[in-house]
Protein backbone atom coordinates (compact mmCIF):
# COMPACT_ATOMS: atom_id res chain seq x y z
CA UNK A 1 0.00 0.00 0.00
CA UNK A 2 1.15 3.72 -0.81
CA UNK A 3 -0.59 6.57 1.08
CA UNK A 4 -0.61 10.03 -0.69
CA UNK A 5 -1.94 13.26 1.43
CA UNK A 6 -1.63 16.15 -1.11
CA UNK A 7 -0.99 19.73 -0.02
CA UNK A 8 -0.23 23.11 -0.58
CA UNK A 9 -4.08 24.37 -2.60
CA UNK A 10 -5.39 27.49 -1.93
CA UNK A 11 -6.91 30.77 -3.81
CA UNK A 12 -4.31 32.27 -6.33
CA UNK A 13 -4.78 35.32 -8.45
CA UNK A 14 -4.38 34.79 -12.21
CA UNK A 15 -0.88 34.91 -13.16
CA UNK A 16 0.61 34.09 -10.06
CA UNK A 17 2.23 30.68 -8.83
CA UNK A 18 1.32 27.75 -6.66
CA UNK A 19 3.50 24.51 -5.82
CA UNK A 20 1.21 21.71 -4.90
CA UNK A 21 3.46 18.39 -2.52
CA UNK A 22 1.95 15.21 -2.19
CA UNK A 23 4.01 12.69 0.53
CA UNK A 24 4.08 9.20 0.00
CA UNK A 25 4.23 6.70 2.89
CA UNK A 26 4.27 3.10 2.40
CA UNK A 27 6.29 0.50 0.20
CA UNK A 28 9.51 2.15 -1.39
CA UNK A 29 8.18 5.51 -3.00
CA UNK A 30 11.18 5.29 -6.07
CA UNK A 31 9.82 2.77 -7.50
CA UNK A 32 6.56 3.86 -8.53
CA UNK A 33 5.76 6.23 -11.67
CA UNK A 34 3.76 9.47 -10.51
CA UNK A 35 1.47 11.73 -11.85
CA UNK A 36 -0.87 14.70 -11.12
CA UNK A 37 -4.61 14.85 -12.48
CA UNK A 38 -7.20 17.90 -11.97
CA UNK A 39 -11.17 18.04 -11.88
CA UNK A 40 -12.82 20.78 -12.67
CA UNK A 41 -16.43 21.49 -11.60
CA UNK A 42 -18.89 19.64 -13.15
CA UNK A 43 -16.00 17.53 -15.98
CA UNK A 44 -14.18 14.49 -15.54
CA UNK A 45 -10.84 14.01 -14.13
CA UNK A 46 -8.04 14.83 -16.08
CA UNK A 47 -4.22 14.23 -16.58
CA UNK A 48 -2.07 17.24 -16.09
CA UNK A 49 1.48 15.80 -15.56
CA UNK A 50 3.74 12.16 -15.22
CA UNK A 51 7.18 11.80 -13.72
CA UNK A 52 9.12 8.99 -14.07
CA UNK A 53 10.49 6.72 -11.03
CA UNK A 54 14.29 8.38 -11.31
CA UNK A 55 12.84 12.19 -11.81
CA UNK A 56 14.65 11.75 -15.59
CA UNK A 57 11.02 11.84 -17.76
CA UNK A 58 8.03 13.85 -17.67
CA UNK A 59 5.24 14.62 -19.71
CA UNK A 60 2.56 16.90 -19.37
CA UNK A 61 -0.73 17.87 -20.71
CA UNK A 62 -0.84 20.52 -23.80
CA UNK A 63 -2.62 23.19 -21.94
CA UNK A 64 0.23 23.49 -18.95
CA UNK A 65 3.27 22.18 -21.00
CA UNK A 66 4.87 25.15 -20.22
CA UNK A 67 3.65 26.76 -17.20
CA UNK A 68 3.41 24.25 -15.00
CA UNK A 69 6.96 21.62 -14.01
CA UNK A 70 6.34 17.99 -11.88
CA UNK A 71 9.37 17.00 -10.27
CA UNK A 72 10.28 14.39 -7.19
CA UNK A 73 12.44 14.05 -4.27
CA UNK A 74 12.80 10.59 -3.63
CA UNK A 75 14.73 11.24 -0.47
CA UNK A 76 12.03 12.99 1.14
CA UNK A 77 8.98 10.78 -0.54
CA UNK A 78 7.59 13.72 -2.28
CA UNK A 79 6.65 14.64 -5.59
CA UNK A 80 5.84 18.58 -6.37
CA UNK A 81 3.87 20.53 -9.05
CA UNK A 82 5.10 23.74 -9.92
CA UNK A 83 2.23 25.74 -10.77
CA UNK A 84 3.27 29.32 -12.39
CA UNK A 85 1.19 31.82 -14.72
CA UNK A 86 -2.30 30.21 -13.27
CA UNK A 87 -5.25 30.93 -14.89
CA UNK A 88 -8.62 30.69 -13.96
CA UNK A 89 -9.72 27.39 -15.96
CA UNK A 90 -6.77 25.56 -13.66
CA UNK A 91 -9.47 25.86 -11.01
CA UNK A 92 -10.21 22.13 -10.06
CA UNK A 93 -9.58 19.70 -7.28
CA UNK A 94 -5.75 18.54 -7.88
CA UNK A 95 -4.93 14.99 -7.15
CA UNK A 96 -1.94 13.05 -6.98
CA UNK A 97 -1.31 9.29 -8.06
CA UNK A 98 0.84 6.40 -7.60
CA UNK A 99 1.66 3.85 -10.58
CA UNK A 100 3.70 0.99 -9.76
CA UNK A 101 5.86 1.40 -12.69
CA UNK A 102 9.05 3.19 -13.27
CA UNK A 103 7.99 5.06 -16.43
CA UNK A 104 5.87 7.93 -17.42
CA UNK A 105 2.03 7.08 -17.19
CA UNK A 106 -0.56 9.04 -18.19
CA UNK A 107 -3.66 7.07 -18.24
CA UNK A 108 -5.33 7.52 -14.93
CA UNK A 109 -6.59 3.54 -15.14
CA UNK A 110 -3.21 2.64 -15.12
CA UNK A 111 -2.48 4.12 -11.50
CA UNK A 112 -2.91 2.18 -8.09
CA UNK A 113 -3.38 4.68 -5.51
CA UNK A 114 -4.43 8.35 -5.21
CA UNK A 115 -4.69 11.25 -3.38
CA UNK A 116 -7.57 13.01 -1.37
CA UNK A 117 -6.96 16.21 -3.60
CA UNK A 118 -6.10 19.97 -2.70
CA UNK A 119 -8.42 22.29 -3.85
CA UNK A 120 -7.17 25.37 -5.89
CA UNK A 121 -8.94 28.28 -7.10
CA UNK A 122 -7.35 30.82 -9.34
CA UNK A 123 -9.29 34.06 -9.26
CA UNK A 124 -9.60 36.30 -12.15
Known amino acids: QVQLVESGGGLVQAGGSLRLSCAASGRTFSNYGMGWFRRAPGKERDFVAA????????YYEASVKDRFTIFRDNAENTVFLQMNSVKPEDTAVYYC?????????????????WGQGTQVTVSS
Open 51 to 58: ISWSGGRT
Open 97 to 113: AAANTPGVVITSSQYDY
